[in-house]
């Protein structure tokens, strides 16, 4: 009966009807402790709270779902479990208890493709708390070839937000040819570059933000033409 309320809970969070999807995880996780679904039960609930806004408790029942997986020796879905009580935190503003959940994983996580996912996140918790140093080693620490276009803004953000703008303008060319074909990240790193340029002059910033946003929004302008 777990396992058949846990499926129907799990077709409606499928659906985003995370309400619908919290009654039946609920009910199954009232059944009481069953061996190898109540840790996927808990797991599946702590979704459905964290899309619902109720942080704490998707942390909570997080953390249940993550011993019930340890006590099974279910170690993908305990880096699984980690891994979104650690996106959870820094969802909601924790940056510094994200922070020591993501280092724990990358520390421990031998999945190359989840641990790139991981290294992402962190880059950007860590940006988030303001920690642009810490986010930059993990971004030089890349090869070249592997960077996108996101990966460049962001160097490009933290050397700025360092005032070490020689070294930000040293990437802006190479960030704006990779993000030719992206115009919102290509328009981020040419208001860095104008920042720069301007020396934070606020009435010439203004008017390139004005102007990038037409070039955005090409209809907006139509009826005063």
């Known amino acids: 009966m777990q396992i058949f309320l846990d499926y129907q809970g799990v077709r409606y969070k499928n659906e985003n009807n995370f309400k619908k999807a919290r009654t039946f ?8 402790k069953y061996p190898y679904s109540f840790g996927m039960v808990c797991y599946h609930l702590g979704i459905a709270y964290d899309r619902s806004s109720r942080i704490v408790e998707a942390i909570n029942i997080q953390k249940t779902a993550l011993a019930c997986f340890i006590e099974e020796g279910n170690h993908k879905r305990q880096l699984y479990t980690k891994t979104h009580i650690a996106n959870t935190y820094t969802q909601y503003g924790n940056y510094e208890q994200a922070d020591l959940w993501y280092k724990q994983l990358l520390n421990n996580c031998d999945n190359n493709e989840i641990y790139e996912r991981i290294k992402r996140n962190l880059i950007w918790n860590n940006i988030k708390r303001k920690a642009y140093s810490e986010a930059l080693e993990l971004l030089l620490n890349r090869q070249e070839s592997n960077l996108t276009s996101l990966s460049y803004y962001l160097l490009i953000l933290c050397f700025y937000k360092l005032h070490d703008y020689k070294s930000a303008m040293s990437w802006i060319h190479k960030g704006k040819e990779e993000s030719i074909h992206d115009l919102i990240t290509y328009s981020k ?3 860095i570059e104008k920042l720069i340029i301007y020396d934070d002059n606020p009435n010439l910033i203004i008017q390139h933000l004005e102007e990038t946003y037409r070039q955005l929004n090409p209809c907006l302008d139509i009826e005063g033409k």
């Open 25 to 32: 995880f609920e009910r199954a996780k009232d059944l009481g």
């Open 189 to 191: 790193i040419d208001t």
